[in-house]
């Protein structure tokens, strides 16, 4: 081999040998493929995408609202210098019509939004930075909310939505956090000590062992980093007012995400993550309302949740269906008197708590027979349980009976009956306020239990939405307020969906149907 032959050829460069075909047999003429040849081609845009694509929809949609609160602030006007700033609605169409396809990230879309032919046609082969769509996202929280409620008087004008029946649920999305950037007071203490430590010294560096631009983003880093272990103190302290004072000790909070909790999920394990309070309509599942709360129970977000949908949709809903977790005296009592009917699953059961102190199931209250004459509990052995004290609950009152020490005592089924027990065995019986007895009686009854059988339907069905098509498994923003704004996005892109599903194509299929002569 000679010196000016190179010992590697790039594959592109070889020769391409015909194929060896058999004596007297000529071989195929192909044609080849040219990759360095450059060319020139006239693309239309209007083209891109077919007359019935969903982002002709979006576009026609977003037309038809207000969208000025989205430029409010802009500092590029008509008559003064400057760059021209991005359309609000080109943002906001190319955001909703990514979601519906499952893209959530910034540069993803960014990246996407370079070749996908129906965000072409929305950009006008243009390109948007991901850092400005990225900033969109949780910047305009109150122009969203808006939006949504525009959005939502569509739907309800279309009569996709008539609040007739509304499915609360709560579902927990994880956050983006983990379990280990939760640290008790002492932890944090010295989380803080260390980032003070760390600015302090890269502040007292030689100034030419970095550049300029190296320097400023490793004292920004550092500045944030103390500014959250800051925030996850203060949210520690709140935390902290809440609990008793023998359980302050134990509490932890987030150098992450401060205004994240670790709550359990759907599959039985533990995780930080938010509670997403979602408000589904029963007639074609559309989204009435929605929040974003560190709550981990679901018990005090039905008020809220009942306020929401009233400001959105400018009336009450008649039926709101709810699961357990939502039905406790406490709602029970304050939509008793409510133009909304409560409609949800009984709870409230003590066989778990009897069986965890080791009494047996066939001593469990239920087998004690209570006398009114008496005012007291027979136990199956035959001894009396006396009237003891009562506790006044909101909605009920509970009194507690207990028999003799002498008489647990001596019994031979003690071990089965009361084992923990120090002195006789007690006994609560409960005294339900009559409205709380009237809605039980009423869940009991065939018309009503049919219809808390369409809960689950209703409200899986806005949270497969959310999950399973848009992807909102996990937050990739941090704190209450962005997190809520994803939540809102998410839930704004699934009511799009189902007005592109009723109301846009069934007007463009009436348009374009052939017409009888």
């Given at each position: 081999m000679s010196a000016e032959q190179p010992l590697l050829v790039k594959m592109e460069e070889r020769p391409v040998e015909p194929p060896l075909v058999p004596p007297g047999e000529r071989a195929p003429r192909l044609k080849a493929v040219d990759r360095?040849?450059?060319?020139l081609r006239a693309i239309d845009p209007e083209r891109l995408v077919e007359?019935?694509?969903?982002?002709?929809?979006?576009?026609?949609?977003?037309?038809?609202?207000?969208?000025?609160?989205?430029?409010?602030?802009?500092?590029?006007?008509?008559?003064?210098?400057?760059?021209?700033?991005?359309?609000p609605r080109v943002i906001i169409a190319l955001w909703l019509y990514a979601l519906s396809r499952g893209v959530r990230e910034a540069r993803a879309l960014d990246e996407w939004s370079q070749y996908e032919p129906g965000c072409q046609w929305l950009l006008g082969l243009g390109r948007i930075n991901y850092h400005t769509l990225s900033d969109f996202v949780s910047e305009h929280a109150a122009a969203l909310d808006q939006l949504f409620v525009q959005v939502l008087q569509v739907l309800m004008a279309a009569g996709a939505a008539d609040l007739q029946r509304v499915a609360q649920d709560g579902t927990k999305i994880r956050a983006a956090a983990s379990r280990k950037s939760f640290k008790r007071q002492e932890r944090l203490a010295e989380?803080?000590?260390?980032?003070?430590?760390?600015?302090?010294?890269?502040?007292?560096?030689?100034?030419?062992?970095?550049?300029?631009?190296?320097?400023?983003?490793?004292?920004?880093?550092?500045?944030?980093?103390?500014?959250?272990?800051?925030q996850a103190e203060e949210e520690l302290q709140r935390q902290q007012a809440e609990k008793a004072p023998a359980e302050q000790a134990q509490v932890k909070a987030s150098v992450t995400d401060a205004e994240a909790r670790i709550m359990r999920q759907g599959d039985?394990?533990?995780?930080?993550?938010?509670?997403?309070?979602?408000?589904?309509d029963s007639t074609a599942g559309v989204i009435v309302g929605y929040d974003a709360t560190p709550a981990k129970e679901d018990s005090h977000e039905l008020s809220a949740a009942l306020e929401r949908v009233a400001a959105n949709s400018g009336q009450q809903p008649a039926q709101i269906l709810v699961d357990g977790g939502y039905t406790t005296r406490e709602n029970i009592m304050a939509t008793a008197t409510g133009p909304t009917e409560l409609i949800g699953a009984l709870g409230e059961n003590r066989t778990c708590n009897q069986a965890r102190h080791g009494v047996q199931p066939e001593f469990f209250p239920q087998h004690f027979v209570y006398a009114a004459e008496h005012d007291g509990f027979t136990c199956p052995v035959g001894k009396f349980l006396a009237y003891r004290k009562s506790k006044k609950l909101v909605g009920a009152t509970e009194k507690q009976y207990q028999a003799k020490a002498s008489d647990c005592r001596d019994c031979p089924?003690?071990?089965?009956?009361?084992?923990?027990?120090?002195?006789?065995?007690?006994?609560?019986?409960?005294?339900?306020?009559?409205?709380?007895?009237?809605?039980?009686?009423?869940?009991?009854?065939?018309?009503?239990?049919?219809?808390?059988?369409?809960?689950?339907?209703?409200?899986?069905?806005?949270?497969?939405?959310?999950?399973?098509?848009?992807?909102?498994?996990?937050?990739?923003?941090?704190?209450?307020?962005?997190?809520?704004?994803?939540?809102?996005?998410?839930?704004?892109?699934?009511?799009?969906?189902?007005?592109?599903?009723?109301?846009?194509?069934?007007?463009?299929?009436a348009a374009t149907a052939p017409t009888c002569a």
């Open positions: 360095q040849q450059i060319r007359e019935d694509h969903p982002v002709r929809a979006i576009w026609e949609l977003l037309g038809q609202m207000d969208l000025r609160p989205f430029a409010a602030g802009l500092k590029a006007v008509e008559g003064r210098p400057g760059r021209d700033a991005c359309d989380s803080r000590r260390r980032a003070e430590e760390h600015l302090r010294a890269l502040q007292q560096q030689a100034p030419g062992q970095w550049t300029a631009a190296q320097r400023q983003a490793q004292e920004r880093a550092a500045r944030e980093r103390r500014e959250r272990v800051r039985g394990g533990f995780a930080p993550s938010y509670n997403a309070q979602v408000s589904t089924l003690r071990a089965q009956c009361c084992p923990q027990a120090k002195r006789g065995r007690v006994v609560t019986r409960t005294e339900e306020d009559a409205q709380v007895a009237a809605f039980r009686q009423k869940m009991q009854r065939p018309e009503y239990r049919a219809i808390y059988r369409q809960r689950a339907q209703v409200a899986e069905f806005s949270n497969a939405c959310l999950k399973q098509k848009r992807g909102l498994r996990r937050f990739l923003r941090r704190g209450l307020a962005k997190v809520r704004a994803e939540l809102a996005w998410a839930c704004l892109s699934c009511n799009v969906a189902i007005w592109i599903r009723r109301v846009w194509k069934v007007t463009l299929q």
